[in-house]
C-alpha cells in the first residue's frame, strides 16, 4: 500500500474511490495504450512498455534454449575453415569465429546450457533458501539465531569466492557450476524469506485469523504463505539475471562445460586471442549476456512492484 | 561504550570463526577426497601409487578424524600458518602477502571511481527536477550491474588497448595499467553505489524534513548538501563490506581478463589446480577482509548517527 | 517564558482586519491538478479565499476535499506530479510588496518561503532532520534570510527555543530529534516558521499526531506567538470543532471547491451548506450536550435498569454499572522489560487495573498514547498474558482457557482493530475474509455459511456486490464495515473495539458509530471500546474509564466523569477536547 514515485503522499491526491497509485509520469503513447487495457490489468508494473520488452527478450531466450534449431541453421560445433573470422554480415548474424563456426549458432545452441544452469541454480538458491527462512521465521528462538548465524557467515565470504570454493571440490562441469552458484545465494533467499514471515506473522490480519479461531497451520498456509511468496519470487526473477551472470563468469573462467560444446561464458573465453582482429567474437556473445540479464532485472522489478490489484 | 566496542569485536570474531569452519567443512570433509583431487593435479598419468596416497595423507593430516584435523588447521591458521600449496609446495600465507599488494591498489582505485561515480550519478539524478534526465541516469545503474566483468573488460581492452593504443593491454607495470581494470571492476560496484544512494536520496527527497526545509526557503542544492545526502550516506555505510568482498571477487575475473598478478589470479590458478589449501587459505582472507571492513563501520556508526547515541531523554 | 523575545515588532505595526485593509493572502479561482497513469486528476478546482493579517482562518474538509493542495500550493510546495492550473495567489497586504505566488519562479521562492512564509508541518514526528542539532535547523531558517553569523543566528536560535516554551533551551538546542517529545518537535517547527516573522503562516493539520493534551498546549502557543507578531494564519484541519475553537472565520471545502464560508459562530449557528451541516453533526465534539452525551436514551430498557439499580452514580473506581458483569477485570498488571534484563528497568503498560462491564452496556477506555488502553484491550482479548490480575470473561478466567474452552471464549469475544487497512489480508475477497471465522470453527455447509456472509453484510450495510472485492479496493469506512462483519460472524457477546473510527474521516466515522449502536440494541451485544478522543466515547458509551500511565484514574458514568471530573488529569483531558470553546460561546 506505498505511494510509489509521488514526491510526497498528499491525502487530497488520493481519493479513496479512484486512487492515483503510481504518479510516474508515463510518456502519452504508453498510458493511452495501458487506458485500453481493462482496468486490473492497466495499473500492473508488467504492462510498462519496459516490461513488456524485457518480457519479449526472456520468452525469446526461452525459444532458443527449446529449439535451438528453429532459429539457425548453421552447425554450431563444425565450421567451415574457409569462412574462418568472418565479420557479421547477412551469412553470419554475429560473424564466425577462428573455426569458421558461426557465432550466432553457437549463441543460440549454447543458449540451453546457459539457461539451464542458471533456472538450477536459482531453484536450488529459491527452494533452499526459501526453506532455511521460513523455519527460522517461523520457529524463531534458538533455530532462528543459529540459521541465521549460518547466513551471516555465508553471506561473509563473497558469492563468486564462495562458488568458486565449491567448485573446487565438486569439480569442473556445467552441473557442478550451476550448484556452486546456486549454494552461494542461498543466504540471500533466507534472509528474505525469513524477514517477510516475520512481517506478515506480526500483520494485524494474520492476529484477526487467530482471533476467529482459524488454527496454526490454516494460517500459514493461507495466510503467511501466500503474502510472503511475492517478494521472494520478485527476488527470484532479479536473481535469475545474476545467476546468469555468474554462471557465465564461471564458464568465462573455464570451469563450465568442455569444448567444443557452447556455452555463453565460454564463447566470450574463446575470443579473447582475437580481441584486435576479429571485435565481433567476444563481443556479440557477451552482449547477449548483458541483454539477458538486463531484461531479468527489469521483470524482477516489475514482479515486486505490484499495482494496486496485486497487493 | 567499552561494552558496545567489545560486543562488537566478539562478535565480528565469532563470524570469521564460523566463516573458517564452514569452507573447511566444505573443502575437508565434503564426500570427494581432497588428496585424489590432488593427486589428479599434480601427478601425471592415470597410476596412483598407494604409497604415495598414504603419504600425501599423512603430510596434509588426512590420515586424522576430521575433528583432529580441524583443530589442527585452525591452530595453526591462528598462528598465521595457512599451510603449504599442493601445487607449488610454497607457504600459503607467503603467496597470499605477496599478491595481496598489487591487488589492494587495484581495489582502492576501483572503490574509489565507484564511490565517486556512483555518488555522483545518484546525487544529479534525484536534485534534477528534469525527469527526462532523471529517467535517463536511474536507467544507468541496472545497466552498470548487467554487464559481465568479463565482457566490458574485453570490449575496453579491445578499443583502448588494439583500436587506439591508450593503455597498455595487459601485465602490471605502472599506473597506466591500472587505469583498465580498476575501470572495469568500478562500473558494477559504482552502479550498486548508485542504486542504494539513489533510493536513499529519493527518500529522504520525499522526507517530511525536506519539506521543512524548503519551507525555511532552502535551495534545492541547500537541500541536498545539508540534508539530503547526511541523511542518505549513514545508511549507505553499511554497504561498505559487501562492496569490498565483491572487489576481491571481482579482482579474479579481472585480473585474468587482463593478465595481471594478484589475489584474483591467485584463485584463478588454485581454483584451476584445485589446490585445496590455497583456495581455504584465501577464502578466509576475503572473509576477514569484509569483517574487518564490516566492524570498522559498525564501530563509527554511533560516532555518526546521533540516533545511536545513549541518553534518549525528553524530560 | 519569554514570548517576547520571538518579536521585535508588535501586533499594532501591522493593520488589524476589516476596514479597507488588503488581505495578507488573497485566493482567486485557484486550480490545483495532479498528474496521473490515468490522465489528470483534478483535485481543487476554483477556490477563493482571503486571508487577512493577524487573522485566523481554518480550512475545513475530509480528505479529498483538496484543503492540503490548496494549502501546498500557497507555499509553492506541490508535489512533483502536481501543479497550479489556474488562478491568482497574491501574498502582502502591501501593493508595493505585493506577490504573486501562482507564477512565482523557484529562485524566487527561496526568498519568499521562511521570511514571508511560514509553514507548520503536519506531523512534527518525522519533520525535523533527524541528523542534525535542534538549534542548527532553527538557525538555518536565520541563516538563509538574514546574514548573520553562524554563531548570531544560534544565539538568537536559542532564544526562539525559549520563546516556543521550551525548558532549558540551551540544552535542547544542543540535542537531535529524537530526543524530544512530539509536543516539543511540533514547537521547534512552530518556532522555525515564525523565526522570521512572516506575514503568514500555514499550518497543515498541525496536531492531528498529537495527543489530545499537547494539542491544546501547542495551538495556544500558535495563536499566543501569531497575535503578538500580527502573523495570519491559515489553519487546514479535519476537525471542524479544532476549527471552531480557534480561528476567526472558517471555509468548509469539498472535492476542490468551497462549499461554505464565513465568521466562525456564523457557520457553526447556521450553516447554509447542506455538506457543513452533516459535518456539524457528525462532529463529536460539538454535539449538544443537554442530550446526555451517552446513547443510553436511545435504549430505555437499559437505561432504566441502571438508573433503578442505582439511583446515585456510584464513582467508586472498583465497579461501575450494575447488573451481571459479562466482563471483570481484577488488579491486571503486565510490565515490559526496558533495556537489558540486569538494569531491571520495567514498564508498567498495565498497572492494577479494575473495572466490570455489565452485559449489554458499552464501557469506553479513554487514554492519550502509552496509557496503556490497548495493551488491557489485549490482556481482555488474552491475546497477552498479564503478570498479575485476572480477566474473568461469564465467570471463566480468560488466562487459563486451553483448548475447547479457548476456542469458545474466543467465539464468543471478538476483536476490530484500529486501522482496517491492515486488518483484512490484502490476497482475500470480502466474502472470504467474512467467511474466515465461520470456517474456522465450521459452521454450517458452504452453501449456508455464503448466505450467513450475505446477511452479515447486509447488517453492516454493505452492498452484495462488494463480495468478491478485495480491500485495496474498498474505501476505509467500507474496510471497516468488512472487519465488524467479520468479528459478528460468529454471534459474539463482547465486542472489543480498539480505536474503530480514529483512521477515518469524520463523516465515515459518524455512520460506523451509528452503525455500532444500531448493531448493540439489535444484538444485545456488549462493547469495551478503547478511544483517545473523548468526544466519540461521549456518544458511544455509557460508563468510560480514564487510563493514564497504565493506571486507571477515574470511572464512572460517562455524563458524570465529563461534566464533574474529579481526577485533574481528567479535568485537563476534558477541557482539551476541541470544539469545547465553541460550545461556551454558543451558551
Request: include cysteine; charged fraction near 20%; aromatic fraction near 4%.
Amino acid at each position: 500500500m506505498t505511494l510509489i514515485g509521488t514526491a510526497r503522499p498528499d491525502r487530497t491526491a488520493v481519493r479513496p474511490a479512484a486512487p492515483v497509485r503510481d504518479a510516474a509520469p508515463a510518456t502519452t503513447r504508453a498510458s493511452r495504450v495501458r487506458r485500453a487495457l481493462p482496468a486490473r490489468l492497466r495499473h500492473h508494473p508488467l504492462t510498462r512498455p519496459g516490461a513488456l520488452l524485457a518480457l519479449a527478450v526472456v520468452v525469446v531466450v526461452l525459444a532458443w534454449a527449446l529449439v535451438p534449431g528453429a532459429f539457425t541453421s548453421h552447425d554450431p560445433i563444425t565450421g567451415v575453415p574457409a569462412d574462418a573470422l568472418a565479420p557479421p554480415g547477412a551469412a553470419h548474424w554475429f560473424g564466425t569465429d577462428h573455426l569458421g563456426r558461426d557465432l550466432f549458432a553457437r549463441t543460440v545452441h549454447g543458449t540451453a546450457l546457459s539457461v539451464r544452469a542458471a533456472l538450477v541454480a536459482v531453484a536450488v538458491a529459491a527452494a533452499a533458501g526459501s526453506a532455511v527462512g521460513a523455519v527460522a521465521g517461523f520457529v524463531g528462538g534458538r533455530v532462528d539465531d543459529v540459521l541465521m548465524r549460518g547466513a551471516d557467515v555465508l553471506l561473509a565470504i563473497p558469492n563468486l569466492l564462495l562458488s568458486l570454493a565449491v567448485v573446487t571440490v565438486l569439480g569442473f562441469g556445467t552441473l557442478e557450476v550451476a550448484l556452486a552458484v546456486g549454494i552461494a545465494s542461498v543466504a540471500t533467499f533466507a534472509r528474505l524469506m525469513r524477514g517477510e514471515v516475520l512481517r506478515v506473522r506480526r500483520a494485524t490480519y494474520v492476529e484477526a485469523a487467530h482471533l476467529a479461531g482459524a488454527g496454526r497451520a490454516s494460517v500459514v498456509v493461507r495466510h503467511v504463505l501466500p503474502n510472503s511468496a511475492g517478494p521472494v519470487l520478485a527476488l527470484t526473477t532479479v536473481e535469475l539475471g545474476g545467476v546468469v551472470l555468474a554462471v557465465s563468469a564461471l564458464s568465462f573462467l573455464g570451469y563450465g562445460a568442455t569444448p567444443p560444446t557452447p556455452e555463453w561464458g565460454s564463447l566470450v573465453a574463446e575470443g579473447r586471442n582475437y580481441l584486435a582482429t576479429a571485435w565481433w567474437y567476444s563481443t556479440l556473445p557477451g552482449a547477449v549476456i548483458a541483454v539477458v540479464v538486463l531484461a531479468a532485472g527489469r521483470l524482477g522489478r516489475a514482479v515486486g512492484r505490484p499495482g494496486r490489484t496485486a497487493r | 561504550m567499552t561494552r558496545y566496542v567489545l560486543h562488537r569485536v566478539v562478535g565480528a570474531a565469532a563470524v570469521l570463526l564460523a566463516a573458517f569452519t564452514a569452507a573447511f567443512a566444505v573443502l575437508y570433509l565434503l564426500p570427494s577426497d581432497p588428496v585424489s583431487i590432488m593427486l589428479d593435479q599434480s601427478s601425471t598419468g592415470g597410476y596412483v601409487d598407494p604409497a604415495q596416497v598414504d603419504a600425501l595423507r599423512a603430510r596434509y593430516g588426512l590420515d586424522q578424524g576430521p575433528l583432529q584435523q580441524y583443530l589442527g588447521a585452525l591452530g595453526r591458521t591462528l598462528r598465521g600458518d595457512l599451510g603449504t600449496s599442493v601445487a607449488s609446495g610454497a607457504p600459503v600465507a607467503g603467496l597470499i602477502a605477496a599478491a595481496l599488494p598489487e591487488t589492494a591498489r587495484l581495489a582502492a582505485l576501483a572503490l574509489g571511481l565507484a564511490v565517486v561515480g556512483g555518488g555522483a550519478l545518484a546525487t544529479a539524478a534525484t536534485w534534477t527536477r528534469s525527469a527526462r534526465l532523471r529517467g535517463f541516469l536511474l536507467a544507468l545503474p541496472p545497466l552498470g550491474v548487467a554487464v559481465p566483468t568479463f565482457w566490458v573488460g574485453l570490449v575496453l581492452l579491445q578499443v583502448l588497448s588494439f583500436r587506439y593504443p591508450l593503455f597498455p593491454a595487459v601485465g602490471n607495470r605502472g599506473v597506466a595499467s591500472l587505469v583498465l581494470p580498476a575501470v572495469t571492476l568500478a562500473i558494477p560496484l559504482g552502479a550498486t553505489v548508485a542504486q542504494v544512494l539513489a533510493h536513499g536520496m529519493g527518500a529522504a527527497w520525499r522526507a517530511p524534513y525536506v519539506e521543512t526545509a524548503l519551507a525555511k526557503g532552502a535551495t534545492r542544492t541547500r537541500v541536498q548538501l545539508h540534508h539530503v545526502t547526511r541523511n542518505a550516506v549513514l545508511p549507505a555505510l553499511t554497504l561498505l563490506g559487501v562492496l569490498v568482498g565483491n572487489v576481491l571477487a571481482g579482482s579474479v575475473v579481472v585480473e585474468t581478463v587482463f593478465s595481471r598478478q594478484g589475489f584474483g589470479r591467485l584463485v584463478q590458478s588454485a581454483v584451476t589446480t584445485q589446490d585445496i589449501p590455497v583456495v581455504l587459505g584465501l577464502v578466509v582472507v576475503a572473509a576477514a577482509v569484509f569483517v574487518v571492513v564490516n566492524l570498522l563501520v559498525d564501530l563509527a556508526y554511533p560516532l555518526l548517527d546521533p540516533r545511536l547515541t545513549r541518553g534518549r531523554a525528553a524530560a | 517564558m519569554t514570548a517576547e523575545a520571538l518579536t521585535t515588532r508588535t501586533a499594532d505595526d501591522r493593520a488589524r482586519p476589516g476596514g479597507d485593509a488588503r488581505p495578507v493572502l488573497v485566493v482567486r479561482d485557484l486550480h490545483v491538478t495532479y498528474r496521473g497513469t490515468d490522465g489528470d486528476v483534478p483535485a481543487v478546482r476554483g477556490v477563493d479565499l482571503d486571508v487577512h493579517a493577524g487573522e485566523v482562518v481554518a480550512l475545513v474538509g475530509e480528505s479529498g476535499s483538496g484543503k492540503s493542495s490548496t494549502a501546498h500550493a500557497v507555499v509553492g510546495l506541490l508535489p512533483a506530479n502536481g501543479a497550479v492550473t489556474g488562478g491568482a495567489l497574491t501574498l502582502g497586504d502591501d501593493p508595493r510588496t505585493a506577490l504573486d505566488l501562482a507564477t512565482l519562479p523557484e529562485r524566487a521562492w527561496s526568498r519568499v518561503r521562511g521570511a514571508r512564509l511560514g509553514l507548520v508541518p503536519q506531523d512534527p514526528g518525522v519533520a525535523l532532520d533527524p541528523v542534525q542539532r535542534i538549534g542548527d535547523q532553527v538557525a538555518e531558517v536565520l541563516r538563509i534570510h538574514h546574514r548573520t553569523s553562524r554563531r548570531a543566528a544560534y544565539a538568537r536560535a536559542v532564544e526562539i527555543l525559549d520563546a516556543v516554551g521550551l525548558d532549558a533551551p540551551a540544552v535542547r538546542a544542543r540535542q537531535h530529534p529524537h530526543q524530544l517529545s512530539g509536543g516539543m518537535r511540533q514547537r521547534v517547527l512552530i518556532g522555525i516558521a515564525l523565526a522570521c516573522e512572516p506575514e503568514l503562516v500555514v499550518a497543515d493539520e498541525p496536531t492531528s499526531a498529537l495527543d489530545v493534551t499537547v494539542q491544546r498546549r501547542v495551538l495556544d502557543l500558535l495563536a499566543d506567538l501569531t497575535a503578538r507578531t500580527g502573523t495570519a494564519v491559515l489553519l487546514i484541519t479535519h476537525d471542524l470543532a479544532l476549527a471552531a475553537d480557534r480561528a476567526d472565520r472558517v471555509v468548509v471545502m469539498k472535492d476542490g471547491r468551497v462549499v461554505e464560508h464565513g465568521a466562525t459562530a456564523q457557520v457553526l449557528r447556521a450553516p447554509r451548506h447542506a455538506y457543513t451541516r452533516e459535518l456539524l453533526a457528525a462532529a463529536p465534539g460539538l454535539a449538544p450536550r443537554d442530550a446526555g452525551g451517552a446513547p443510553t436514551a436511545a435504549r430505555p430498557a437499559a437505561r432504566t435498569s441502571l438508573r433503578a439499580a442505582s439511583p446515585v452514580a456510584p464513582r467508586e473506581d472498583v465497579a461501575v454499572g450494575d447488573g451481571p458483569a459479562l466482563l471483570e477485570v481484577d488488579g491486571l498488571t503486565r510490565t515490559f522489560r526496558l533495556g537489558p534484563r540486569r538494569t531491571g528497568d520495567v514498564l508498567r503498560a498495565v498497572d492494577g487495573v479494575t473495572f466490570r462491564v455489565p452485559r449489554g452496556s458499552a464501557f469506553a477506555l479513554v487514554g492519550e498514547s502509552g496509557s496503556g488502553k490497548s495493551t488491557t484491550a489485549r490482556l481482555v482479548l488474552g491475546l497477552d498474558r498479564p503478570d498479575a490480575g485476572t480477566v474473568r470473561f461469564d465467570g471463566v478466567a480468560v488466562a487459563g482457557a486451553r483448548g475447547d474452552a479457548l476456542r469458545d471464549l474466543r467465539r464468543r469475544t471478538q476483536l476490530v482493530h484500529q486501522d482496517p487497512s491492515t486488518a483484512l489480508d490484502p490476497r482475500f475477497t470480502v466474502a472470504r475474509a467474512v467467511d474466515e471465522p465461520l470456517r474456522a470453527h465450521r459452521v454450517g455447509t458452504p452453501a449456508e455459511r455464503r448466505e450467513r456472509v450475505a446477511d452479515l453484510l447486509a447488517q453492516v450495510h454493505l452492498s452484495p456486490d462488494l463480495a468478491r472485492r478485495r480491500p485495496a479496493e474498498l474505501s476505509g469506512g467500507q474496510r471497516q464495515r468488512v472487519a465488524i462483519a467479520r468479528a459478528l460472524a460468529l454471534d459474539p457477546e463482547l465486542l472489543v473495539l480498539d480505536e474503530p473510527t480514529s483512521a477515518l474521516d469524520v463523516s465515515v466515522q459518524a455512520r460506523v458509530l451509528e452503525l455500532l449502536a444500531d448493531l448493540r440494541e439489535r444484538r444485545g451485544l456488549t462493547y469495551l471500546f478503547i478511544s483517545h478522543d473523548l468526544a466519540v466515547v461521549r456518544r458511544v458509551a455509557e460508563h468510560v474509564g480514564v487510563m493514564r500511565a497504565g493506571r486507571l484514574v477515574e470511572t464512572g458514568r460517562t455524563a458524570d466523569v465529563f461534566d464533574d471530573p474529579r481526577d485533574p488529569y481528567t479535568a485537563e483531558l476534558v477541557g482539551a477536547i476541541p470544539g469545547t470553546h465553541a460550545r461556551e460561546d454558543q451558551r
